[in-house]
């Protein structure tokens, strides 16, 4: 009942100083008279006709009621209807910030079934790109927020090639106030401060109040809608929900403002349950489902309204297991004050493929601070970025031409039409057949692979036999045109999908994604890398596709997927200790050969369990170079570079200085031999806080002789003592805070293979302290990367690559066991 009459008083506040828009579009698409929806009045579509480009004039509604138990449902029964380019243009009074804000409904009117279409929605800034309204049965609302920098907005729809159909149920275009996403946003990987917020458009993913109800968008000076937490917490029983009926108090030139977010959010909270746990030492996490590939601008609202006094609540803050606030204390930051409203931004990215956005508030680790924490409301907004770059719009600016042409009618979209058909028409006769070995430069819209490398790229490979220059129409057959149920990954450069070619070849299919740079370096890297290398613990590159304004690789099949999936998060058969160690020993040959295999070093630089796949052997093969660089000159120690990687495997050192070396694969390697060792993921917020870091954990453990207790459980019992020593202080080693404290690859593959041997010999054949000695190695046999490395390459001129592994197994086998010694 307090709460009710709280949000009673609350609204009539709201009420009475609502902010009001400049510019204040609202239109009910499609239909024949006016909408009013929560004070706010809807136009009816006919009325800014004059306003619509578009080739015929379709009115559509329905009289289904599947849309009826949906926020503002009206909207949803009727739409526009475009049967080719069109747009909406809205006069712009006030140049800034505006809500773009997009209903769909896809429903069957007279010959039209809008289930069918697929379109494309943009603006001078790309927004929505090939909307599917089959894999959207239900409503959709989107959200965008975007800095106008014209005296008009145009709005335009175009259909998908194949689709002959787009359409729009309802439309919002409202000011609202510059500052709203304005100062600076803290970067928590690697460590900065990104100060183009003002500049950024933004689309809506998350919007949440922590332990209230639900805001509709009346309750909201500027119509935003708040959901409830409870779906997002991972356990709702580590947070109480709170509720305030005092005054906000909104300082007037420090923290939020009434747009920031309304008195509701900031009214009410979820604190950490303290009471009601023996364990103090815990972390209440909510999370979120998200794209991998984009950068996101997470917004965190706080205001507290549960201490009785200053200077009595502290709290950490973590995003996906990085810290973001560290023993923060309101009423500090809020000068002096109490129930004052503070928000913090952060920018983060999800590219390890989980596609999760965890954000947890955690007690401080003060002395004499009492274990508390609280938060109010949390957005999570998608950035629109392009090749890990903060450059806003430039990709729509280059891919979208075409979409732009129908903004400005029919006859230019025409000649841009015939452009592409020129273009096609050239390109083929350039490529010759699907099977042609050389490299065709991808350039489509002046959007050129060459860049500003002048080509260099281009003529590199054009003298490589790295593999088949595939069709696009090839390659959508083979994944039966890109079903979802054959994604088999997906990573930070798109999905990964099961392909098979029409002589039974089985492949894996990575497609980029054709509309924006996103991942282009990587792709470039790849192609470059994987044309010049040729390993059996490597993933070897077929070949690629650049047709269409695609970036699309083609790999070989691995059957058992990834080392990651055998560890932990899948239904596969638990694996012994035995593959264990064989599994890490191939990976270890496959970085070894990288490091050591040509004249200057090939860093990997973003080794983790999900980038080590597995074949129908159990083999395991080194993939994902996106993120590779070529070592440093024979004169220079490192390579200075911006940090790449993912977080939980990154090297320490490398990400203080920014100085890259082939330790840091070492360093990488060491958190995967930790990772094989206990099966559990290296980041895990919702775990006890010193247990959230898997590395620093087991070292820890280690350091307490108590290494058993953190081994997977499946394990247990299954493990020869000295195996695990010698496999426990080669992690150990490989995890050194320097590098130059850390083994080469070459000696973490001898360990490791020793440590096999251990688990398959009987007691005579081992002396007693050859545990211990292992560690001394002598120089000539310390060396043995360098004869490794000969050899595989021996082999691969050869063109006997396996033979060459059978060989250095046996000088392991003869060195390793003590009759050979």
């Known amino acids: ?31 024949s008279t006016n909408t009013t929806i929560d004070g706010r009045v809807f136009l ?11 080739p015929e004039k379709i009115l559509a509604s329905t009289t289904s009621n599947s849309a009826s138990s949906f926020d503002n449902s009206e909207l949803y029964r009727t739409a526009r209807i475009f049967t080719g380019p069109s747009s909406y243009s809205f006069p712009i009074k006030k140049q800034g910030r505006h809500f773009i804000r997009l209903y769909f409904f896809p429903f069957v009117y007279q010959k039209y079934n809008l289930t069918s279409s697929k379109f494309s929605v943009s603006t001078e800034s790309f927004l929505l790109d090939n909307f599917d309204a089959q894999s959207n049965a239900g409503p959709v609302f989107k959200e965008y927020s975007l800095n106008i920098t014209s005296d008009t907005l145009i709005l335009g729809f175009t259909p998908w090639e194949g689709s002959s159909i787009a359409f729009v149920n309802a439309i919002e275009v409202v000011s609202v106030p510059d500052d709203l996403i304005g100062g600076d946003a803290q970067i928590l990987n690697p460590p900065g401060t990104y100060k183009g917020l003002p500049e950024e458009a933004l689309e809506l993913v998350y919007r949440v109040n922590m332990g209230g109800p639900k805001v509709a968008s009346s309750q909201d000076s500027l119509g935003r809608t708040w ?3 409870q779906t997002f917490m991972l356990d709702v029983n580590l947070a109480n929900p709170k509720n305030f009926s005092g005054k906000i108090n909104y300082q007037k030139d420090e923290g939020a403002t009434e747009e920031t977010a309304p008195r509701i959010v900031y009214a009410t909270a979820r604190e950490l349950a303290t009471s009601d746990t023996p364990d103090e030492n815990f972390n209440m996490t909510w999370e979120f489902n998200v794209d991998s590939n984009p950068l996101y601008l997470v917004r ?19 995003i996906n297991g990085l810290s973001a606030l560290r023993d923060v204390d309101l009423s500090t930051l809020m000068v002096n004050k109490l129930a004052a409203p503070y928000y913090a931004d952060f920018i983060v990215g999800v590219s390890d493929g989980s596609n999760k956005l965890r954000v947890s508030i955690g007690p401080s680790t003060l002395n004499s601070v009492k274990s508390d924490g609280i938060l109010n409301g949390l957005e999570v907004m998608k950035m629109n970025v392009s090749d890990g770059s903060f450059d806003v719009g430039s990709v729509a600016k280059n891919n979208h031409t075409v979409i732009l042409g129908s903004v400005l009618g029919a006859v230019a979209f025409t000649v841009i039409l015939a452009l592409v058909l020129a273009f096609i028409v050239q390109r083929r006769k350039m490529a010759g057949n699907q099977h042609s070995k050389s490299w065709v430069p991808f350039s489509v819209f002046g959007f050129s692979i060459a860049g500003s490398s002048k080509g260099s790229m281009i003529s590199s490979l054009q003298h490589t036999d790295m593999g088949l220059q ?64 040729r390993h059996r613990h490597l993933v070897s590159l077929i070949g690629y596709c650049d047709e269409r304004n695609e970036m699309i690789l083609v790999y070989e099949y691995m059957e058992k997927g990834t080392l990651k999936g055998h560890l932990y998060g899948s239904d596969f058969p638990h694996l012994s200790w035995k593959q264990r160690l064989e599994i890490c020993i ?37 993939a994902d170079f996106g993120l590779s660089k070529t070592g440093p000159e024979l004169d220079q120690t490192h390579v200075s570079t911006a940090v790449k990687g993912s977080f939980g495997y990154l090297d320490p050192e490398y990400f203080r200085r920014q100085q890259l070396t082939e330790k840091s694969d070492v360093y990488s390697f060491g958190v995967v031999l930790i990772e094989v060792l206990c099966a559990r993921p290296v980041i895990d917020p919702t775990r006890p806080r010193e247990m959230v870091n898997l590395a620093e954990w087991v070292m820890k453990m280690m350091k307490k002789g108590e290494l058993e207790q953190v081994i997977d459980p499946h394990l247990a019992g299954k493990i020869k003592s000295d195996s695990l020593r010698k496999f426990a202080e080669t992690a150990e080693k490989c995890l050194s805070e320097y590098g130059v404290d850390r083994p080469a690859m070459g ?75």
């Not at 008083?9 to 698409?29: E, K, Q, S």
């Not at 098979?500 to 470059?528: C, H, M, W, Y």
């Not at 001898?750 to 050859?770: C, I, K, R």
């Open 44 to 54: 009816q579509d006919l009325s800014v006709s004059s306003s619509v480009s578009t």
């Open 586 to 622: 191939g990976s270890a040959k496959g970085l070894h050969y990288l490091h050591t295999g040509s004249a200057k070093a090939i860093i990997h630089r973003d080794v983790k369990s999900a980038n080590i796949l597995l074949d129908e052997n159990l083999m395991a093969k080194v």
């Open 227 to 229: 959901i409830p937490d």
């Open 470 to 533: 595939f069709s696009f129409i090839v390659l959508q057959e083979a994944t039966q045109n890109f079903d979802e149920n054959q994604v088999i990954g997906v990573g930070g450069f798109g999905k990964v999908y099961k392909g098979i070619l029409r002589d039974g070849t089985k492949v894996a299919v990575k497609r980029g994604n054709p509309k924006s740079q996103q991942g282009l370096r990587e792709f470039r890297t790849e192609i470059d890398l994987l044309s010049r290398l």
């Open 747 to 821: 000696d973490v593959l001898w360990n490791l293979d020793y440590a096999l041997q251990l688990q398959e010999a009987g007691p005579s054949e081992l002396e007693d302290d050859s545990v211990n000695r292992i560690s001394e190695l002598p120089s000539q046999v310390r060396n043995i990367g360098t004869f490794d490395s000969a050899a595989l390459e021996e082999g691969l001129a050869a063109n006997i690559g396996d033979d060459s592994e059978v060989s250095m197994n046996r000088v392991f086998s003869q060195l390793i066991k003590s009759e050979g010694r």
């Open 1 to 31: 009942m307090q709460l009710f009459v709280l949000l009673i008083v609350l609204g009539f506040i709201y009420a009475c100083n609502a902010y009001t828009p400049v510019d204040n579009y609202l239109i009910d698409c499609g239909s």
């Open 300 to 318: 965190l609202h706080f205001c507290d309204i549960v201490s009785e006094a200053l200077n009595l609540l502290y709290f950490n803050v973590y």
